[in-house]
């Protein structure tokens, strides 16, 4: 019993690295914008664009959700579940990331669930919002700002749970390379 709990607990901090390391990404993506654009120079000095969003307790469980917006750069890019990020998977020349918790997907309606399923949500090659689940198990998933960061650093909390006797909480601190 012992040995079972333990590959679960490990098999839940595997998941919750992975996860933590794709919004990681996202959040040092936001506000990218490539030099050798076009697009760029139309761009320079404009604040209307959200490159970053966070949305409270709009998720499954009041979790947050997130919304990140980037050129594409001369390197090869992914999005959050694997696709090559190219001019086809961008809305006005800007790639988009998304991570919301919702209801788990593959649980029938009424049934108990081992928490809320974790969200990918991108552009497909003809720039509509896809979502794709990246994992179940999320209990709650949270985007703190920090104060001193005037918006630039966010604390990222993930809770992930097996439904019966494991619930685990993972923190990490991640920072935009690209926001004024």
């Known amino acids: 019993m012992k040995q079972i709990q333990?590959?679960?607990?490990?098999?839940l901090t595997a998941e919750a690295d992975r996860a933590l390391e794709l919004i990681g990404r996202a959040i040092r993506m936001a506000g990218y914008q490539n030099a050798h654009s076009s697009i760029t120079s139309t761009r320079k000095n404009t604040f209307s664009i959200d490159y970053l969003q966070?949305?409270?307790s709009n998720g499954y469980r009041g979790s947050d959700s997130l919304i990140v917006k980037h050129e594409i750069s001369p390197?090869?890019?992914f999005d959050c579940i694997g696709n090559t990020l190219s001019k086809e998977r961008t809305k006005h020349n800007l790639a988009q990331q998304g991570?919301?918790?919702?209801?788990?997907?593959?649980?029938p309606?009424?049934?108990k669930v081992n928490g809320g399923s974790l969200v990918c949500q991108s552009l497909d090659r003809q720039g509509r919002i896809q979502n794709t689940t990246l994992m179940n198990g999320i209990h709650h998933l949270s985007f703190e700002p920090l104060p001193a960061s005037a918006g630039k650093a966010f604390k990222v909390k993930l809770e992930m749970t097996d439904g019966v006797s494991i619930?685990?909480?993972f923190e990490r601190i991640f920072t935009t390379r690209n926001l004024p």
């Open 6 to 11: 333990y590959e679960k607990s490990q098999s």
């Open 54 to 56: 966070v949305q409270k």
């Open 75 to 77: 390197k090869v890019n």
């Open 99 to 107: 991570f919301l918790v919702g209801r788990q997907a593959s649980a």
């Open 109 to 111: 309606k009424g049934a």
């Open 167 to 169: 619930h685990q909480k």
